[in-house]
């Protein structure tokens, strides 16, 4: 159940980090709001994945994940570029996740 929350609580990392974008430095009371509310829910379900998994493990593959999440999303959203050091960072990232996953023997 740990990683069912991790995965939820990636989710809402990503929605946190998009959603600040759009409140244009909290200026705006909605983008605002949903931002506050996913940050809040994904620090929760991270804290519900810690109850058995690694703080080591959870927190690098929840910030890892959320930051590649995050750049995909950001290109489709925001039209941000995806360049070749990009792709070489999230490839970097996904391994570092595995090799994470598998260490912990879960």
Not at 22 to 37: E, I, K, N, Q
Not at 60 to 79: C, D, H, P
């Amino acid at each position: 159940m740990a990683w069912v929350f991790l995965a939820i609580a990636v989710v809402f990392e990503i929605a946190f980090a998009l959603g600040t974008n759009a409140t244009r430095g909290f200026t705006r009371l909605w983008p605002s709001v949903f931002t506050l509310v996913a940050a809040a829910a994904g620090v929760f379900t991270l804290s519900q994945a810690l109850k058995t998994l690694d703080v080591s493990v959870g927190y690098t593959i929840w910030t890892g994940l959320g930051s590649i999440g995050t750049v995909i999303f950001g290109a489709v959203l925001y039209k941000e570029r995806i360049t070749l050091p990009k792709l070489l960072s999230f490839a970097s990232i996904i391994a570092g996740a595995i090799t994470l996953k598998l260490a912990a023997g879960i």
